[in-house]
């Protein structure tokens, strides 16, 4: 073969590897809660929308949502390289400088911001602008470090994608979106606290305050539960303003009780003990449960 076009063929394969380990920043996983929540706040919305502008209006809130992941990968890069769970991200194993990181993240967050007012409407826009400076400058930079409370604060920018699509097909707020969020902001403690109990030697290798580290396990044990409880109005409040009807809401409490039960059997383990295996079922469960309340809020739409 031609060594100019070995060359060519060696460039593209490390510009394609470069892609990879950026899209990673993006936390892909994250984006793709980011995606389905807000399909489900358009889809659910009074208004039609055109598949064409659907499609452009979740993609470009998707890369919001990965221009936050960025920033939060490039400011937490130091605690990433001393968490087993962590460390193999792009920063810490060098396959991308904190350099890079922060300009990919400023860079999308300006082009999703303004293409999302360009394409949609000021309120999406204003609101995916809130969302990502929130993830980064309220939980990344100050709460994460500071508080044990981080993920309850912290866990409002995690809520606003649902809302952004209920404002991209209606151009306005209303109490209806408020439902999504109250969902995902109640859900957030429980999901990361379950998992902050068995990952608790990660969180302490970082010096991260996280509550089973600050509070111990029983406190956490106790949070865990009350948060599950919480549930059960968050959930029953959609049928309260009659956004949906009881084949949301039968379904739902069904699926929060189930909740309710593995947290008060995790909670009624060993004082100051913890079982390891429940507390993974618990965070693997809370992903279904939140998937399957969003899953019924489009059902109870179309039916």
């Not at 890369?63 to 960025?70: E, K, R, S």
């Not at 995690?158 to 404002?167: E, R, S």
């Not at 539960?225 to 109005?233: E, G, K, Q, R």
Request: glycine share 4%; net charge positive; proline share 5%.
């Amino acid at each position: 073969m031609d060594s100019s076009k070995l060359k060519k063929t060696n460039l593209s394969q490390e510009d394609l590897f470069n892609f990879s380990e950026l899209f990673k920043l993006m936390k892909p996983r994250v984006m793709s809660l980011v995606i389905f929540t807000c399909a489900v706040g358009l889809l659910t919305a009074p208004n039609l929308v055109s598949t064409k502008d659907a499609i452009i209006g979740i993609l470009l809130v998707s890369l919001g949502a990965g221009a936050a992941g960025a920033l939060n990968m490039w400011y937490e890069s130091d605690l990433d390289a001393l968490m087993t769970r962590t460390c193999l991200r792009p920063i810490p194993t060098g396959k991308v400088n904190k350099n890079q990181a922060l300009i990919f993240g400023v860079t999308l967050s300006i082009v999703s911001v303004v293409a999302l007012d360009y394409f949609t409407n000021r309120i999406s826009a204003a609101i995916l602008l809130l969302t990502i400076l929130f993830y980064v400058f309220v939980y990344t930079i100050w709460l994460k470090r500071r508080t044990p409370q981080n993920i309850v604060i912290g866990g409002a920018a995690g809520a606003f994608p649902p809302v952004i699509g209920w404002t991209i097909a209606t151009g306005s707020l209303s109490i209806e979106p408020l439902a999504f969020f109250l969902i995902i902001f109640f859900w957030t403690p429980s999901h990361f606290w379950a998992l902050s109990l068995y990952k608790s030697d990660d969180y302490k290798r970082a010096n991260i305050p996280m509550l089973p580290i600050t509070n111990g396990v029983e406190s956490t044990k106790i949070n865990i539960f009350v948060y599950s409880l919480l549930m059960l109005p968050v959930i029953i409040f959609p049928y309260l303003i009659d956004f949906v009807g009881l084949i949301f809401l039968i379904p739902s409490l069904l699926l929060t009780f189930y909740y309710n039960f593995l947290c008060f059997e995790l909670y009624n383990y060993k004082k100051n003990k913890f079982n390891s295996k429940k507390a993974k079922s618990i965070f693997g469960y809370s992903i279904l449960y939140l998937f399957l309340v969003f899953v019924l809020f489009l059902i109870d739409k179309i039916t």
